[in-house]
């Protein structure tokens, strides 16, 4: 009855801006849907830079402006760089978004935006506009606090709550989350994302309260408006839509050839990029380890080569019985399969978070941005994987994760987060209450 009264009162549409990036447009999608089965009606905003298909989502209004990302003549961007495109995006949005949520507004009544938290921008367009503005952090809740100590060296907030998470943080992870030079990219984006989070009305994250417990205390520290962990968000709708490359589904038929927890899948997200001698390690790596494998090696991923042209001779014929590689796989179904063992991964938050839910153990070679953060957790806080930094090494890693007790043991702690996430997500559990509060909290605009 409660549940009726409601969504009757929900006659407000939502609007949703999702960052232009697979890791980001895939959680704003998954919410936006998770939100409509709450009776929201939705309308997603979107830049033309890689544009959902709409033909996919029936039951949303999506509305496209321009990004100028085509059109720019600035010499000094450098669209290879993500922190600079998203940077440059965050003033070459501002007036195209602005007219477009003002002309929503004179026909819609609307209960408030909700943004990617790096779309700092929109907040003073709302404050404008005199909407509320959530937004949603599309990585870990741990993430926010360790980025700002140690990109923004605000150290002194975070003493009494992740003090142990910061002290294992290597030199490495951090120069790696620097990688590439960008440091003044980087802290730019950071610093304005933290500030303009702090004047908005709410912050939802892709996360459970039980997996970073720690973290709760500090965002509550840095932000002090409500914060909402609603759970694991492709677990409510396991199958996406949102993939803007062609998931190949002769993965699926492939893996249902395979035994039991056998098979490693590598995977190194939508963005990363690697050298031909890294491709070149991580190709021995996966043959030395004698172990099935299927391997997504995304066109253009190597640098200087189209696809698999930096194969090293003598690869395709060494393992053409065991290993298969494709551009792009379905990965949530791919990490559900009971064939998969392991996987080796960048550390993504969607793809560490997805692993996690299916118990999968992880093999983690974290390249940048909040990656080294995410495969720490994983090793050293959840102790459900290893870190592989010398790929020279990947063969012997494999096999230990995939046939050694170790491998086991981390696949025990992991399918007992896997039930912890289940839990939180059931009637009483913390995802499923924050997912009510956070439909009050929007009711309440
Ligand atoms: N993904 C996929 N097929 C692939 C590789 C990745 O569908 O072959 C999806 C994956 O399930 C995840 C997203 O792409 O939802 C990647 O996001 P993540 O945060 O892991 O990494 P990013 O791409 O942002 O570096």
């Given at each position: 009855?409660?549940?009726?009264?409601?969504m009757?009162?929900?006659?407000?549409?939502?609007?949703?801006?999702?960052l232009?990036?697979?890791?980001?447009?895939?959680?704003?999608?998954?919410?936006?849907?998770?939100?409509?089965?709450?009776?929201?009606?939705?309308?997603?905003?979107?830049?033309?830079?890689?544009?959902?298909?709409?033909?996919?989502?029936?039951?949303?209004?999506?509305?496209?402006?321009?990004?100028?990302?085509?059109?720019?003549?600035?010499?000094?961007?450098?669209?290879?760089?993500?922190?600079?495109?998203?940077?440059?995006?965050?003033?070459s949005?501002?007036?195209?978004?602005?007219?477009?949520?003002?002309?929503?507004?004179?026909?819609?009544?609307?209960?408030?935006?909700?943004?990617?938290?790096?779309?700092?921008?929109?907040?003073?367009?709302?404050?404008?506009?005199?909407?509320?503005?959530?937004?949603?952090?599309?990585?870990?809740?741990?993430?926010?606090?360790?980025?700002?100590?140690?990109?923004?060296?605000?150290?002194s907030?975070?003493?009494?709550?992740?003090?142990?998470?910061?002290?294992?943080?290597?030199?490495?992870?951090?120069e790696?989350?620097?990688?590439?030079?960008?440091?003044?990219?980087?802290a730019?984006?950071?610093c304005?994302?933290?500030?303009?989070t702090?004047?908005?009305?709410?912050?939802?994250?892709?996360?459970?309260?039980?997996?970073?417990?720690?973290?709760?205390?500090?965002?509550?520290?840095?932000?002090?408006?409500?914060?909402?962990?609603?759970?694991?968000?492709?677990?409510?709708?396991?199958v996406?839509?949102?993939?803007?490359?062609?998931?190949?589904?002769?993965?699926?038929?492939?893996?249902?050839?395979?035994p039991?927890?056998?098979?490693?899948?590598?995977?190194?997200?939508?963005?990363?990029?690697?050298?031909?001698?890294?491709?070149?390690?991580?190709?021995?790596?996966?043959?030395?380890?004698?172990?099935?494998?299927?391997?997504?090696?995304?066109?253009?991923?190597?640098?200087?080569?189209?696809?698999?042209?930096?194969?090293?001779?003598?690869?395709a014929?060494?393992?053409?019985?065991?290993?298969?590689?494709?551009?792009?796989?379905?990965?949530?179904?791919?990490?559900?399969?009971?064939?998969?063992?392991?996987?080796?991964?960048?550390?993504?938050?969607?793809?560490?978070?997805?692993?996690?839910?299916?118990?999968?153990?992880?093999?983690?070679?974290?390249c940048?941005?909040?990656?080294p953060?995410?495969?720490?957790?994983?090793?050293?806080?959840?102790?459900?994987?290893?870190?592989?930094?010398?790929r020279?090494?990947?063969?012997?890693?494999?096999?230990?994760?995939?046939?050694?007790?170790?491998?086991?043991?981390?696949?025990?702690?992991?399918?007992?987060?896997?039930?912890?996430?289940?839990?939180?997500?059931?009637?009483?559990?913390?995802?499923?209450?924050?997912?009510?509060?956070?439909?009050?909290?929007?009711?309440?605009?």
């Amino acid at each position: 009855m409660a549940k009726l009264t409601k969504m009757a009162m929900n006659n407000k549409a939502l609007v949703l801006f999702p960052l232009p990036f697979q890791g980001h447009i895939n959680p704003m999608l998954q919410l936006a849907n998770i939100l409509y089965t709450k009776g929201f009606k939705i309308i997603i905003i979107h830049t033309n830079f890689n544009s959902p298909n709409p033909s996919n989502y029936p039951q949303f209004t999506f509305k496209s402006i321009s990004d100028g990302l085509s059109t720019s003549k600035d010499k000094s961007l450098n669209l290879d760089t993500t922190n600079h495109a998203i940077n440059f995006m965050n003033k070459s949005c501002i007036d195209p978004f602005a007219v477009c949520l003002a002309k929503l507004l004179e026909v819609e009544p609307v209960a408030c935006l909700i943004s990617d938290a790096l779309w700092h921008f929109t907040q003073s367009i709302t404050d404008r506009l005199k909407l509320k503005r959530i937004v949603l952090r599309t990585s870990s809740m741990s993430c926010i606090p360790l980025y700002a100590a140690l990109v923004l060296g605000e150290k002194s907030y975070y003493k009494t709550t992740i003090k142990e998470e910061l002290a294992l943080m290597t030199e490495m992870d951090i120069e790696k989350i620097y990688k590439g030079g960008l440091e003044k990219a980087k802290a730019e984006l950071i610093c304005n994302m933290i500030n303009e989070t702090k004047a908005a009305s709410g912050i939802i994250f892709n996360t459970f309260k039980e997996l970073e417990e720690p973290a709760f205390l500090a965002i509550s520290q840095v932000f002090q408006i409500p914060s909402f962990a609603i759970g694991p968000f492709h677990t409510y709708f396991p199958v996406s839509h949102s993939s803007l490359i062609e998931q190949d589904r002769s993965s699926i038929s492939w893996l249902d050839q395979q035994p039991v927890h056998s098979v490693v899948y590598v995977s190194f997200g939508s963005i990363a990029q690697m050298s031909e001698s890294e491709f070149t390690n991580m190709a021995w790596g996966l043959a030395n380890s004698k172990q099935r494998f299927l391997w997504v090696v995304r066109p253009g991923s190597v640098t200087g080569s189209q696809w698999l042209e930096a194969l090293p001779k003598g690869f395709a014929e060494e393992v053409v019985e065991r290993g298969r590689i494709v551009k792009w796989a379905p990965q949530q179904e791919v990490l559900a399969h009971q064939a998969i063992g392991c996987f080796w991964t960048h550390n993504g938050w969607n793809s560490t978070l997805e692993s996690i839910c299916e118990g999968v153990p992880m093999i983690c070679s974290p390249c940048s941005y909040d990656q080294p953060i995410n495969a720490r957790y994983v090793t050293d806080v959840w102790k459900i994987g290893v870190m592989l930094d010398n790929r020279e090494e990947a063969g012997k890693i494999i096999k230990r994760v995939i046939m050694g007790k170790e491998g086991s043991e981390m696949r025990h702690r992991s399918k007992s987060l896997q039930e912890k996430v289940n839990q939180s997500l059931q009637k009483g559990g913390s995802a499923c209450q924050s997912l009510e509060n956070l439909v009050d909290s929007i009711l309440s605009f």
